[in-house]
Each structure stands twice: as C-alpha cells, then as structure tokens.
C-alpha cells in the first residue's frame, strides 16, 4: 500500500493546507443512507480519516462515529481537534484500510478525497471492500469519493495547487510537479509532491514521492462486483443525488455509493 508518509505525518501542515467544509457531504450520506436503508442513520466509520473532518462533522449530529487511518500521528491531532471542539463519544483507530476489525458493525463507511489511490493491486481493493462490508450491518452502505476523470486521467495527471495560512504558518502544497504518466497496463502513477512551511521566519520544505492507482468507473464496478460484497447503488458526479457523471460544469467529482450484498435466504 502506497502513501505520502512525510506529509501525511504532518498532520498540522497537512490540515491548514486542506481544510474544508464538509457539511454537503454529510448532508449526502445521510440521505443516501435513508433513502437506501430507510432509516436514519446511526453510526459510520470514516476510513482514511486524516485530520478527521466528516468524524467531526457527523459526531456533531450525533452519530456515533469511528475514524481510521494508517497514520498514528493523523489519529492524535485529529482527535486533538475533537476534543477541542467538545466532541465526545469518538472512536479512534490508527489501522490498515485492508486489515481493520470494528468492535461493532457500523450503519455506513465513507472513503473521501481519493482515499482508495493507495490500494495499487486489485487483490488489494477486493480486500479491502470485503473487509470494510463484514464491518457493516446487513443494509449497511460505503460511499466513495473520488476526483473526476476530466481533471485526472490516464493521459494526464494534472498538477494541484493548495495554499493557506493560519496564526502566521504559511503552507503550501504542490502535488505532481514531475508530470507523472501512469502505466498503461497497471494505471499507476508515481507522483511527486512538494510541502513547502514558513513560519517563524524559516522556510520548510519537504518532498515526498508515492504511488497512486488510477481507477476508472468501470473498473471500480468490475472490483465491487469481484468483491461479492457490494452492490452499486448509485453513481453521482457530485455529492447531489440524480447528478449523474458526466462533463457537464455540474459533474465535479466521481461518487460511488455501494450497498451490502444481501445474503441469499
């Protein structure tokens, strides 16, 4: 499994670069999950949960939440910020997205923000969604995120951008600046990535180098129906159900909501 262990270790850096409102993708699982299972939603696991911004914001509707992520240091500041904030009743695992035994089956899980591009072998997918459906109940759901084919694609990477500044800590963040190409039979890239910090008057900069897994709308429903875990419920191009995937300005992101195979009776 591939990540970006200098930056993602950084979690503070990581976190003033990429914070983001989170309230419509929450407002969309909770939907998505009323309309699937019709009934509201209870509990969730965020896998992937870096700085843990949808562990927080479903904690504070009173959902009992679990956050994962492979980082030690991912899991304390987020649940620093947890705390800070008053959120209690949080469950905090730092664990691979392949491996994870839950105390509980949970109503719904959610990988956000390309969290799957590190599972470079399908092996590795079919793993994990097997993995992540003995974690749920029977009608549970997982809904994935990913960036749009317009803006990644196997013909070009694309390069992004992300600049912030918090209490005086400047950060950016310059992801793919080597123009990375993928493999053609594999569809991997190997992306560079450069974290630059200023603060206190001394610049910081830090290169980091993994590899990402490019994955297609028709692979993934290959992979789920490959897993026997999943069915496909919806395929969306933002976090608005009925926004299909298309090259429409409307279509920003590739969303995947999948249900738990029901057991033959």
């Given at each position: 499994m591939a990540e970006y262990g200098e930056v993602y270790r950084r979690a503070h850096y990581y976190d003033i670069a990429f914070a983001r409102d989170v309230t419509r993708e929450v407002d969309f699982v909770v939907d998505e999950f009323r309309r699937l299972a019709r009934r509201p939603l209870g509990s969730l696991l965020e896998i992937a949960c870096g700085p843990g911004y949808h562990t927080r914001g479903f904690a504070r509707r009173g959902i009992a939440t679990v956050a994962l992520d492979l980082y030690p240091e991912m899991i304390a500041f987020?649940?620093?910020?947890?705390?800070?904030?008053?959120?209690?009743?949080?469950r905090w695992i730092a664990a691979d997205m392949r491996t994870f035994t839950l105390d509980q089956p949970v109503d719904a899980a959610i990988a956000m923000y390309d969290a799957l591009d590190c599972l470079l072998e399908a092996e590795d997918v079919v793993?994990?969604?097997?993995?992540?459906?003995?974690?749920?109940?029977?009608?549970?759901?997982?809904?994935?995120?990913?960036?749009?084919?317009?803006?990644?694609?196997?013909?070009d990477y694309g390069s992004f951008?992300?600049?912030?500044?918090?209490?005086?800590?400047?950060?950016?963040?310059?992801?793919?600046?080597?123009?990375?190409?993928?493999?053609?039979?594999?569809?991997i890239f190997e992306v560079?990535?450069?974290?630059?910090?200023?603060?206190?008057?001394?610049e910081t900069v830090?290169?980091?180098?993994?590899?990402?897994?490019?994955?297609?709308a028709?692979?993934?429903?290959?992979l789920t129906k490959l897993s026997q875990s999943f069915d496909v419920a919806g395929c969306y191009g933002d976090f608005v159900s009925g926004?299909?995937?298309?090259?429409?300005?409307?279509?920003?992101?590739?969303?995947?909501?999948?249900?738990?195979?029901?057991k033959a009776s």
């Open positions: 987020a649940e620093d910020k947890a705390k800070a904030e008053g959120l209690a009743g949080i793993a994990h969604f097997k993995n992540v459906a003995a974690n749920l109940v029977a009608d549970g759901i997982y809904v994935l995120e990913f960036t749009h084919p317009r803006d990644t694609g196997l013909t951008h992300y600049a912030a500044e918090r209490n005086g800590t400047k950060v950016q963040v310059n992801w793919a600046i080597n123009r990375p190409e993928a493999d053609p039979l594999t569809h560079e990535t450069v974290l630059r910090v200023t603060e206190h008057g001394r830090i290169v980091d180098r993994a590899k990402e897994r490019f994955f297609t028709p692979e993934l429903v290959a926004q299909r995937i298309d090259n429409s300005p409307a279509s920003r992101r590739m969303i995947f909501v999948l249900q738990k195979k029901r």
